[in-house]
């Protein structure tokens, strides 16, 4: 499914949901080389400020990259940029939604610009945030 700039409106909105499994984690690490203890250490992350191992929050953030590319605006989308906070951690076994929301589109530029936000399965936030995108031609 893919939208182009003519056939998005504002208000429109998608998600994708998802449920981060320890090996989401692992690899995630073993791609990024991001090995924070954090993340891949039980202990330290008992001992953490989050009291357990958390998800890398980029790693969370990229399902919102699954919306963009899949969904709203879909196929064929070139994801521009995106200005995001991580407002709760996301732990292991936690399931997230990715949505998206159509509040902006520039049809001379073909821009659209989106909220995005993840929430866990206890409906908090765990980011926030605005991207930018070029939906597909027609």
Same mark, same amino acid.
């Given at each position: 499914m893919s939208f182009t700039i003519e056939q998005l409106t504002t208000g429109q909105?998608?998600? $994708?949901?998802?449920?981060?499994t320890e090996a989401d984690v692992?690899?995630?690490?073993?791609?990024?080389?991001?090995?924070?203890?954090?993340?891949?250490d039980k202990i330290a992350g008992?001992?953490?400020i989050f009291g357990d191992r958390v998800a890398h929050g980029?790693?969370?953030?990229?399902?919102i990259s699954t919306v963009l590319g899949n969904q709203l605006p879909?196929?064929?989308?070139?994801?521009?940029?995106?200005?995001?906070? $991580?407002?709760h951690p996301t732990y292991i076994g936690d399931t997230i939604t990715a949505t998206v929301?159509?509040?902006e589109i520039n049809k001379e530029k073909n821009r659209v610009r989106l909220q995005t936000t993840c929430t866990n399965q206890d409906g908090v936030v765990?980011? #926030?945030? #605005?991207? #930018?995108?070029?939906?597909?031609?027609a």
């Open positions: 909105t998608a998600s $994708f949901r998802k449920t981060i692992i690899n995630f690490a073993s791609a990024s080389g991001d090995m924070n203890p954090v993340h891949i008992k001992d953490s980029i790693l969370v953030s990229g399902l879909g196929n064929g989308t070139i994801y521009l940029g995106q200005d995001m906070r $991580f407002t929301q159509v509040t765990v980011i #926030t945030g #605005t991207a #930018t995108a070029m939906p597909p031609k």
